[in-house]
């Protein structure tokens, strides 16, 4: 409810140039996929244009945020945002899952000739419905020759990622206890952890691409794959860039026991991710 | 559409003990081009909204035009098929993307934060974020027409392999520029939330609020549940183009069905999108004219969000023909039926509105009133398409086209046109000219039943949507279709012509530019100053 001293910033340029930005960016890639390298240069200038724009769009939002211009109505509308922005990403993760699951449950399964909408069997005749998919229908895909066991490397960056939401949850504990060396020292461990977990995401990339034929064009196996488990990662790579900002903060002094939406909002954003990879690990790696 | 520049600075009646920060630096702000650029006032950036749209539904409009005059007679006329493939498509994509959805987020901008007494929307700087997205989008869209191999050619739905194994090279960057108008809604959508959540005055409940308000609340949860949706699978359409993954294709063990699914489970929603906040305008202009309360406030708020939860259940009624499993095509026709309840409801609440009221038919009331004679007609045809069995018949002939310009035209533009005739006085601080709103209404509804209702016609003798050549049987529907498209097309001048002497000049209004109108935004001035409600004003809920 409004108290009578909502904050409503002055004319901003970084809205319209992040805009530009992101087209550049857009414009530059698609170049790029369609024309060719040709696109590079302006896919580049659009990507640093965009990183400076948030760069310095979020520092605006910080001095307002430390002159003391936010009230708590305008926290409220922070969290709203941030909240609804963690929705919608629910939602694009919900658009993968639902699309593995409607392959698993339905398209393979008809493909081999189940129900009454088996015909489609027809045009593969000899095509066996499974799950990992190892020999897609046409013989001119060429499946993965064998997929990840669980309980290796996935175990492992589930442990990881587990781990850190705890260690953020004692960082957050710690900062609004006042023990700031505490909250630095978890939220480092924090860091360090996702990291870890990006690493051994490469390393399972490369292992998948190298040794077991899982890639992009290995059928809707590896497309299911590397569509979820590529998402998230790059989630995990944002989330991870959040959680340094927020470090780099905090070693700076910044934010106070009862007054640190920015940190709590990158914790929401990664406990979203740490969620998100427990759904993969449940449907992409165990079943 | 008001390009009216609201003055700067500006006397402020509420500024006595606001907190005086907003204020002091937009004094200061930057004028000319840099100020639209740069603008963070919900106002300004509700003006850019809606020019914009009324700018893409002029490109729409020559895409239509185009489509009908080749349609005019049966035999190729104008333009080669695979043109028409990419005026049909690019005249849907414009108008649901372009016009209609930022026309809405345009009139939220404007209107929510006067309607419930709020200083300006929530997060002002996203907000002119999310629109500075749209020139952008549609630009790289637009551009798409002079790459090698053509605009997108394969409907609005852009249904897989045709928009992928079969597309122009130009379809990578369709699904960018998609892309770019998605992020917009997103960041549009939570920005309404949350100022509707967050800033309203202090004595307003939600069982107080607008019903424009309460249609876009929900309106604004249905575009971040689905916009999501539809970026992941343009996402996954780019990746079947680019780098060889099977999604949509059954030979690496995909499924071009799963596109459908996926597109429709953000289709069905979508086309609420562009109907809800119409809901919202509707029930607020006709107890207006009427000078009655809205008969059932309440149940017209369950009814929106009855219809909001069961838009996410209906999806695959636009795929009854597609094979779909016989217990799928049961469960989808019914729960599609069910919807007409509570849009019933919503008739029902507006026509006992005007029961009995001391009606008047200024502008706004007339399209108004038009918008529930023309909607229901478009719901009827909607009820029609949802018997499965029936639907075999239908599906994609021009019975279907009829029944979504039934409810997208005379339903969500008339809708848009009745909220620009009826906020104009608050926006420009002038009435429109009546006579000319008159002229353009009544060659508006003539036009739109002229087009529409013949495809009815034609669609259930069997003429396919999506075709340049026809048979001969169909030539006379089709002749009378093109003439009315003319018509409307042409009379829609008249509109800019309205919009563009009301900002002029006109006859002068009060703040509470309508006889019967009891919202927020009548007790400030007309034109409202730049910076209004920078306290919370007082509110006194009335009854419902």
């Known amino acids: 409810m409004s108290g009578g001293s909502y904050y409503v910033p002055p004319s901003s340029k970084w809205p319209v140039l992040g805009s530009l930005a992101l087209g550049a960016l857009m414009v530059g890639t698609g170049v790029m996929l369609v024309h060719g390298a040709s696109g590079m240069p302006v896919m580049v200038v659009g990507l640093v244009g965009i990183l400076a724009v948030m760069w310095l769009w979020f520092r605006d939002v910080i001095h307002e945020s430390r002159k003391g211009l936010y009230d708590d109505q305008m926290d409220r509308s922070f969290r709203w945002g941030m909240g609804w922005f963690i929705f919608s990403e629910v939602m694009f993760f919900a658009a993968f899952f639902g699309a593995l699951f409607y392959i698993r449950t339905f398209a393979l399964p008809w493909l081999d000739g189940e129900g009454a909408k088996g015909v489609a069997a027809l045009l593969w005749p000899d095509f066996t419905a499974s799950w990992p998919l190892l020999e897609p229908p046409d013989a001119a895909i060429q499946g993965p020759e064998q997929t990840f066991s669980p309980w290796h490397l996935p175990l492992v960056n589930t442990l990881i990622l587990v781990g850190s939401s705890i260690t953020l949850t004692v960082a957050h504990e710690g900062l609004k206890e006042g023990r700031r060396d505490t909250a630095r020292h978890w939220l480092t461990l924090t860091v360090l952890l996702g990291l870890c977990f990006i690493a051994i995401q490469g390393i399972e990339y490369r292992e998948a691409y190298v040794h077991y034929g899982i890639t992009l064009q290995a059928g809707i196996y590896g497309a299911t794959f590397f569509l979820l488990t590529g998402f998230h990662g790059a989630h995990v790579i944002v989330g991870t860039l959040i959680l340094i900002a927020i470090l780099a903060r905090v070693r700076r002094g910044h934010f106070s026991e009862d007054q640190h939406f920015g940190f709590e909002a990158a914790a929401w954003y990664w406990h979203f991710v740490d969620v998100v990879w427990i759904g993969l690990f449940t449907f992409v790696y165990v079943f | ?544």
């Open chain 2, 1 to 544: 559409m008001a390009s009216h520049l609201p003055p700067r600075p500006t006397p402020q009646q509420h500024q006595a003990d606001a907190g005086g920060m907003a204020a002091d630096d937009h004094h200061h702000g930057p004028r000319g081009l840099m100020r639209w650029l740069l603008t963070t006032n919900h106002k300004e950036i509700g003006t850019l909204y809606l020019i914009f749209s009324l700018t893409m539904f002029f490109i729409g409009g020559i895409f239509a035009m185009v489509v009908r005059a080749e349609l005019f007679q049966p035999g190729l006329q104008l333009v080669q098929p695979e043109f028409f493939n990419q005026m049909t498509t690019m005249h849907g994509l414009i108008m649901v993307f372009g016009a209609v959805m930022p026309a809405f987020v345009g009139l939220a901008n404007w209107m929510v934060p006067l309607q419930i007494g709020a200083p300006d929307m929530a997060l002002p700087r996203l907000n002119n974020f999310s629109f500075w997205l749209l020139p952008v989008a549609f630009a790289l869209l637009l551009s798409t027409l002079v790459m090698p191999g053509g605009a997108p050619n394969f409907g609005w739905t852009f249904y897989a392999p045709l928009s992928t194994t079969y597309a122009p090279p130009s379809t990578t960057f369709f699904i960018f520029s998609l892309h770019l108008a998605g992020i917009s809604s997103i960041l549009g959508a939570i920005n309404i939330i949350a100022t509707i959540l967050n800033l309203r005055t202090p004595s307003m409940r939600m069982m107080d609020m607008p019903l424009f308000v309460w249609t876009w609340l929900i309106t604004a949860f249905l575009l971040i549940a689905v916009m999501p949706v539809l970026a992941g699978v343009i996402t996954m359409m780019l990746l079947d183009i680019n780098f060889g993954t099977s999604f949509f294709n059954a030979a690496g063990g995909g499924d071009p069905v799963l596109f459908q699914h996926l597109f429709w489970f953000f289709g069905h929603p979508e086309v609420y999108i562009m109907i809800l906040p119409a809901f919202g305008i509707v029930s607020v202009i006709i107890p207006t004219f009427a000078r009655k309360r809205l008969f059932g406030y309440a149940s017209m708020v369950y009814a929106t969000a009855s219809i909001a939860i069961l838009s996410f259940l209906v999806w695959a009624h636009h795929m009854f023909v597609v094979g779909l499993p016989l217990v799928a095509e049961l469960f989808f026709m019914y729960s599609t039926m069910l919807i007409a309840v509570p849009t019933g409801v919503k008739v029902f609440n507006w026509i006992t509105t005007l029961f009995r009221g001391s009606l008047t038919f200024e502008p706004p009331m007339l399209f108004a009133l038009a918008f529930v004679v023309l909607f229901t007609i478009g719901g009827f045809s909607g009820l029609m398409l949802a018997i499965s069995p029936a639907d075999f018949q239908y599906h994609d002939t021009y019975f279907v086209v009829a029944h979504f310009h039934y409810v997208l035209v005379p339903g969500a533009v008339f809708a848009i046109m009745a909220a620009v005739y009826y906020w104009l006085p608050k926006w420009t601080g002038h009435y429109p000219h009546t006579r000319l709103s008159q002229w353009h209404f009544w060659l508006s509804v003539i036009g739109v039943n002229l087009t529409f209702f013949p495809m009815h016609f034609a669609g259930l003798a069997g003429m396919p949507r999506r075709i340049p050549d026809y048979a001969l049987q169909f030539a006379d529907f089709n002749m009378i279709t093109s003439i009315g498209a003319f018509m409307f097309g042409a009379s829609q001048l008249l509109f800019v012509a309205v919009v563009v002497l009301c900002v002029r000049r006109g006859e002068k209004a009060p703040a509470k530019a309508w006889d019967g109108a009891e919202d927020l935004e009548w007790t400030v001035p007309s034109p409202a100053p730049l910076h209004t409600f920078e306290t919370p004003p007082h509110f006194e809920p009335h009854r419902h």
